[in-house]
Each structure stands twice: as structure tokens, then as C-alpha cells.
């Protein structure tokens, strides 16, 4: 595609594309998009997995992508999007994050790769003017917040500029199982149908099987060329440590700063330990801050810079503080107790060794940790309050302001409620930024019996995330190779980065082992549709559908005939 040379004739252009590229077949050749990478990023080379991604996205094609960080997740979309006639949508979570990506796109200074913003930090003229230099063909990406989106006269200001792709940044926040609840990222699929259904890119760092597959369920990807690839990171260095007593843990946490003077992230399972670990850091002479989503958002983002400027050089912190942490010098991250699940490990432990220096990720974890994550698992729903809801929406469609006034339930709760009364077919989206009932939904009690069982369905799977987590800190096999089955891949040599693998109890995996092939459908009598994830010794682990992770034994598999093929 000739370059648009100018600002003042980028528009002329655009609509001279915009003619004729509809006539012409969108180059989907590895050449072309390599040589778009050179001339606009300066990038000589392109990972396979990358141009797997972009070939797709050429082809109009929806695309979920799974890469880890520091391995270029960003051109998937840019890349593309610079030969693709028509704006990109880039819909992002953090105001920071996006900051940082629009930075990184205009320091270019070519037109094709010019990106603005709508967002709660500009005002009406600036967002006005964002709008404008989208229209007029004088930028190419416009950055968005799904609760910017969610305002009917600005989807409907969006859709008029006809994007040609929509990027999710972060796609695992609009996951079920992910990291966040913002209700309107679980709206994601409506307000991309509201835009006229462009091709989608979905982007994450982290996203194991039953989070793949609830992201493309809820945007709604069709046909999605899914690309998993490269997530084993050989420059972080993985240990675990059993804790007896807190006293041996804050010892093994001291130890581990009196060794390493450089930037560090502690993560703590709550706000009070954040506050309270920061001020026992300082006093015993390693100057900490401390971050959590409880703080005045002023505060989070002065403190979220001063990390990054290096003035803070240890951050201890809840799961608050993660995305948009584009720091390369991380050098070690330490959690003080364990996670809820391999998918916030994963997550977390990757803001270490960015910069591809050797990087240390110590997880100190006590038996009571178990107990504090199921606590923090939650409650099931209301019942009475799902079916009044579903009441409501059968009466006639109304936006969520109104539902929240009719019913009393807040912005989160209602969030939540709607996207079980969806899964069971007692919701729907309708015009206008609307949700009513389906012609044929159940009646509001069956609605609220087969939500709150969707509930328990989730709950089960999510406590059986909590299991994994624990299983992975007590293995004595590769750590990395524990971890990367829970996401679907597998590594047939041992990870070599691991304190199991140091300490020499790590064995390899041939891949022979066990009655059923890794990645095989199987069924259980009780548990119902399960995918074999991976072997280690005697034990096999399968992702259930209703019930979530189960760690098996092989012999009693195999004498017993617990599973079938699928």
C-alpha cells in the first residue's frame, strides 16, 4: 500500500483506498507483512507465531492470541491495521496502558500508525477532535475503554466511522474466570455487534484452556485462528517455598532483597497485608510502598509512575497492581502466599525479566492459603434476586441504569447477574443499549434455579483452579513443565529453570506415559466431558467442563475404566 505521505492528503487517500481496495485481494503473504514491519517499526525479523496471527487478521479472520509478554502481541493488530483500509478500534482496560501503547505508536510519526484516545482524561473538545482526525483519515487507531464504548451516542459515533478491526487488549479480563468483573467487559460481544461486527484480534498474555474458550464464547469470535505459543519465559528463574511459620517466611523474603538490590514486586493477598508488609520492609532498611485498589485513584496512579521511574524500588502490592506495568528491569517478583490460580501466577510473575535478563519468581505459601482463597472465591448468587431480575426483563427490555434503579442491585452484582441470566438463555440484547428476555426464555424461577446452577458450575471450576495452584507448589517434578500443561502445552524436556530441576527431582516427560494421549477428549461417568492436560509420575490431570481441574490416578484410570474417549 503507497504510504500516506502527508497529514493534509491523508484523507484523500483514505477514501482513494477505500474505493479500491475492495476490488483488490488483501496480501496475506509473510513478505508483505515482514516488509510493513521493516518500513514502519524498524523490525527486520517477525516471530511465526506473530505472522501465523497476522495472516489471519489479513484474511478478515478473528483471531485469539496467546503469546507471552515481551514477545509482540501489539503488532498483531499494528502491523496489519497499517494495510488494512478503515480505523482500528483498540479497546484496552487501563488508561495507563493505553497511554503508554499511543506513545509508542505516534513517536513514529507516520500518519498510517497515528493513534488517539477517548477517555475519561479528555475533555469533550479533545474527544471531539479524536473523533474528527479518525473520520478525516488522519489517524489510524482510536484507544477506548469498554465503559467509554457502553454510551450509546458514542458506540453509535464509533460505528459511523466504520472501524475494520477491534483489538482486545487484555482479553482475558473479559473471561468468567479471569481477573476482573468490570460489567461492561463482559458486554464486550454486544458492543462489538453494535459496531457493525468488524474482524476481531484478541490479545493475552495468559489464558488456559477454560479461559480460551470463555473469551471466544463471549465476544463471540467466529471461526477464531487461535494462536498459543512460547510461553515457557527460560530467563525466570521459579521457586517455591513451603513456609511452616510467618517468621520463616519474612526470613526467606529478607534474604532474597538482602541479595538482590534491584526493582521488585511482592504480592500480598489482601490490602491490610499490603500496608502492613511495606511498613515492616521499611523499617527493617528496604524502602517499600504499598498499592492496592482500596487507594484514592490520584495516589495509585503517582505511585504506578514512581514504580516505573524507578523512585520506588520495591512495590508491595494486591493483584490491583498489574496491568500496564511495562517495566523491563522487574527483577524479581516474590508471593507472599498463594494465588488463586496458575492463571494470576502466570500473569503476575510475568512483569519479571522483560528486559531478558535472568529474573527470580519465589512463591512462599502456607496450607492456610488455601482456606483464604476459597474465602475470597465468594458466595453464590441470590436466587430470590436472580429471578426478580429475570421478572424485570421479561416485563419489557431496559438499560442497565433503569434495571439498577428497578432492582437495587449495583453495577457489579448486576454485571454478574445478567451474564448467568445470559448463559441461560433468560437475556439478551436488544437495540439501544437494551437487555430484555428471549420470546421463548424460561419463566423467572426456572431462570433462577439454572443461573444459580451456572453459578456452581463456575464456583467448582475456580476452587479447582485454587487446586492447581497448590498442586504446582508441591510438586517435585519441572515446575515449568507443571505450569505450562495447566495452559495447554506441552514441553518434552524438563524446563531447566526451576528449583526442582536444579535440585535434580525433575524427570522428563516422553509422552508416552498414561492410557490416553495428552490433549484427548475424554468422559468420566459423573464428571462428564474432560481434556487430558498432562501426566507427571503416576498421576494424570483433566480439565472437566462441569467440575474443572481433577488430578487423577493412573491406576485406578486404567483398572477401574473411569474414562472413555470422548
Request: aromatic share 6%; proline share 7%; net charge neutral.
Amino acid at each position: 500500500m503507497p504510504p500516506r505521505i502527508a497529514a493534509v492528503n491523508a484523507g484523500f487517500v483514505r477514501s482513494a483506498l477505500g474505493y479500491l481496495r475492495p476490488l483488490m485481494k488483501l496480501s496475506t503473504n509473510a513478505t508483505t507483512l515482514r516488509r510493513a514491519a521493516k518500513n514502519l517499526f524498524g523490525w527486520t525479523t517477525l516471530r511465526p507465531n506473530q505472522l501465523a496471527a497476522m495472516r489471519a487478521v489479513m484474511k478478515r479472520r478473528d483471531a485469539l492470541v496467546v503469546l507471552p509478554t515481551g514477545a509482540g502481541k501489539s503488532a498483531i493488530y499494528q502491523i496489519p491495521a497499517s494495510l488494512i483500509p478503515g480505523p482500528t478500534v483498540v479497546i484496552s482496560p487501563l488508561l495507563a496502558l493505553q497511554q503508554d501503547q499511543i506513545a509508542a505508536l505516534n513517536e513514529r510519526q507516520r500518519p498510517e500508525l497515528r493513534a488517539v484516545r477517548i477517555s475519561s482524561d479528555e475533555t469533550a473538545a479533545q474527544q471531539a477532535q479524536a473523533i474528527a482526525e479518525i473520520r478525516d483519515g488522519r489517524a489510524e487507531f482510536l484507544f477506548i475503554t469498554p465503559e467509554a464504548l457502553s454510551n450509546p451516542d458514542r458506540m453509535a459515533e464509533v460505528r459511523e466511522l466504520k472501524p475494520a478491526l477491534v483489538a482486545i487488549d487484555e482479553a482475558h479480563c473479559i473471561s468468567a474466570w479471569g481477573h476482573d468483573f468490570r460489567p461492561d467487559y463482559l458486554a464486550l460481544g454486544h458492543l462489538i455487534e453494535g459496531l457493525g461486527r468488524p474482524p476481531v484480534v484478541a490479545l493475552t498474555a495468559t489464558a488456559s484452556p477454560p479461559v480460551r474458550d470463555d473469551i471466544i464464547s463471549r465476544l463471540r469470535l467466529r471461526d477464531a485462528e487461535v494462536v498459543v505459543s512460547g510461553l515457557d519465559r527460560p530467563n525466570l528463574f521459579l521457586e517455591v517455598a513451603y513456609c511452616p511459620t510467618d517468621d520463616y517466611r519474612w526470613r526467606r523474603l529478607t534474604t532474597l532483597l538482602r541479595e538482590d538490590g534491584r526493582p521488585g514486586i511482592i504480592y500480598v493477598p489482601t490490602r491490610r497485608a499490603a500496608e502492613e508488609l511495606a511498613g515492616k520492609l521499611t523499617d527493617a532498611g528496604f524502602p517499600a510502598q504499598f498499592f492496592h485498589g482500596g487507594m484514592p485513584t490520584a495516589a495509585r496512579h503517582e505511585l504506578h509512575e514512581a514504580f516505573l521511574a524507578d523512585r520506588v524500588p520495591i512495590m508491595v502490592a494486591t493483584s490491583a497492581f498489574g496491568m500496564g506495568i511495562d517495566k523491563p528491569n522487574i527483577a524479581w517478583v516474590v508471593h507472599m502466599a498463594l494465588p488463586d490460580s496458575p492463571d494470576s501466577y502466570f500473569q503476575e510473575i510475568g512483569r519479571a525479566g522483560r528486559d531478558g535478563e535472568q529474573a527470580r519468581v519465589l512463591l512462599l505459601w502456607r496450607a492456610e492459603d488455601v482456606g483464604l482463597q476459597r474465602y475470597f472465591s465468594g458466595g453464590l448468587p441470590d436466587q430470590q434476586e436472580l429471578q426478580e431480575l429475570a421478572a424485570v426483563l421479561r416485563k419489557q427490555p431496559r438499560n442497565k441504569k433503569e434495571l439498577r434503579e428497578l432492582t437495587g442491585l449495583g453495577p457489579r452484582k448486576l454485571g454478574q447477574y445478567l451474564s448467568l441470566l445470559e448463559q441461560v438463555g433468560a437475556a439478551e440484547p436488544r437495540a439501544k443499549q437494551r437487555i430484555g428476555a428471549p420470546r421463548y426464555a424460561p419463566t423467572p424461577a426456572d431462570s433462577a434455579r439454572a443461573a444459580l446452577a451456572e453459578a456452581e458450575r463456575q464456583q467448582a471450576v475456580t476452587r479447582s483452579r485454587t487446586d492447581m495452584m497448590r498442586a504446582f507448589a508441591e510438586t517435585t517434578g519441572c515446575r515449568g513443565q507443571a505450569l505450562l500443561a495447566y495452559f495447554g502445552e506441552q514441553m518434552s524436556q524438563v524446563c531447566g529453570h526451576c528449583d526442582n530441576c536444579h535440585a535434580g527431582t525433575s524427570t522428563a516427560d516422553d509422552g508416552a506415559v498414561g492410557p490416553f494421549p495428552v490433549h484427548s477428549q475424554v468422559r468420566h461417568p459423573e464428571w462428564g466431558a474432560g481434556l487430558v492436560l498432562n501426566y507427571e509420575e503416576d498421576r494424570m490431570t483433566v480439565l472437566f467442563d462441569e467440575v474443572g481441574y481433577k488430578t487423577l490416578s493412573v491406576r485406578v484410570v486404567s483398572e477401574q475404566g473411569l474414562l472413555t474417549l470422548d
